[in-house]
């Protein structure tokens, strides 16, 4: 069984920033790519932020030059930096991982989500 664990979610004025952490533990073999969503209230998820096991990344526009997706691989974790925060990165943010089996298999996770509220 493998989890995904966020933490670092919580209050912020615009402006500030937050850092968001993500760990997986279980049965692991690797983990491949991984990621930030986030779901708004009222809209759909979104895509935020992935980076690879090599460590390349891409962003949403909208947080672009903003938030910054790194990982730590020898401890399964995943972050999101999250700078110059507005109003609207209000949403509850989930971590996504790609993350290979004992049977040699690829499987989707998923966290429970943190939420980020973001006040002006």
């Known amino acids: 069984q493998v989890q995904l664990v966020e933490s670092g979610g919580g209050l912020a004025q615009a402006g500030e920033s937050l850092t968001l952490s993500c760990e997986a533990s279980?049965?692991?073999?690797?983990?491949?790519?991984m990621a930030w969503h986030r779901r708004a209230p009222g809209k759909q998820r979104e895509l935020v932020a992935t980076?690879?096991?090599?460590?390349?990344?891409t962003y949403t526009d909208s947080v672009k030059g903003r938030f910054n997706i790194s990982r730590e691989n020898a401890e399964n974790t995943v972050y999101l930096q999250m700078n110059s925060l507005k109003t609207d990165d209000t949403a509850v943010y989930y971590c996504?991982?790609?993350?290979?089996?004992?049977?040699?298999?690829?499987?989707?996770?998923w966290g429970r989500g943190t939420q980020v509220t973001v006040s002006s």
């Open positions: 996504y991982a790609d993350i290979s089996g004992y049977d040699q298999s690829e499987y989707d996770y």
């Open positions: 279980g049965r692991i073999i690797a983990i491949n790519a």
């Open positions: 980076i690879t096991f090599e460590g390349r990344t």
